[in-house]
């Protein structure tokens, strides 16, 4: 069954009526994040106020004690008291726009974050499936059930043909082990094993009945393309 988050990517991946399937995860969620950033931007200038608000507040408290003081203790004079609200009050005004601006970008960027690169994910997903009339599959239990040759966790798996007369497993992975370092993605393939040597550009072993071929790729590359080059020398 569906949990609540995979309902809710689902959900968010319906945002989009797709005329042709995207070609790449990127361009997936480039889409998503035009669409997703008018909401970032009510959440950003929200954050903004919130903060801005609370450390001028801050910044006016300050100004009203020092009054206070000089109004409590002769031994505070009047005059530096009102310099240092003043100043109070002014470097309060500016410290509370620059951390509110900082802490608004933060929080758009977290949100176009969040949103779009799993919506964008699932959109591709369900993209390539029709394009290479391929059936989706639990990209966690294929995890649990191949030992594959590299670091990292299962973003999403196919099944079905993947060519003339070869079924087997298609699947796109990420390794994010070395943060803060970027993260490595790999392609890989899943058929039954033939003997075959790595075709160039690929690499491959044979293990438990299986023949896994891979490709280490960019960001960009996990892509229609390269996902149609690995199927046909799985």
Same mark, same amino acid.
């Given at each position: ?41 009510? *959440? #950003? ?8 608000? /609370?450390?001028? !507040?801050?910044?006016?408290?300050? $100004?009203? =004690? ?36 900082? *802490? #608004? ?8 974050? /969040?949103?779009? !690169?799993?919506?964008?994910?699932? $959109?591709? =997903? ?109």
């Amino acid at each position: 069954e569906p949990d609540a988050r995979d309902e809710w990517v689902r959900a968010g991946a319906d945002l989009v009526n797709w005329e042709e399937p995207p070609v790449s995860i990127i361009a997936a969620q480039e889409r998503y994040k035009q669409d997703v950033k008018p909401l970032a931007e009510r *959440t #950003g200038w929200k954050v903004y106020g919130i903060v801005a608000i /609370s450390l001028f !507040v801050f910044s006016l408290l300050v $100004a009203a =004690a020092s009054l206070g003081l000089s109004l409590a203790f002769k031994e505070y004079p009047t005059p530096i008291a009102i310099v240092v609200a003043v100043v109070s009050v002014g470097l309060g005004a500016i410290t509370a726009n620059r951390i509110g601006l900082e *802490t #608004g970008q933060e929080a758009l960027d977290d949100r176009l974050k /969040s949103s779009a !690169v799993p919506w964008g994910i699932e $959109a591709f =997903a369900r993209g390539y499936a029709e394009h290479a009339g391929l059936t989706r599959e639990d990209h966690e239990e294929l995890r649990r059930r191949l030992a594959v040759p590299f670091r990292g966790r299962c973003q999403i798996a196919w099944q079905g043909e993947l060519a003339p007369g070869r079924a087997g497993h298609l699947s796109v992975w990420i390794d994010a082990t070395n943060t803060p370092e970027p993260p490595r993605f790999y392609l890989l393939a899943a058929a039954p094993k033939n003997g075959a040597r790595a075709s160039s550009g690929f690499e491959s072993k044979e293990t438990d009945g299986l023949r896994l071929t891979w490709q280490e790729v960019s960001s960009v590359q996990r892509a229609d393309h390269r996902l149609d080059q690995l199927r046909a020398v799985a």
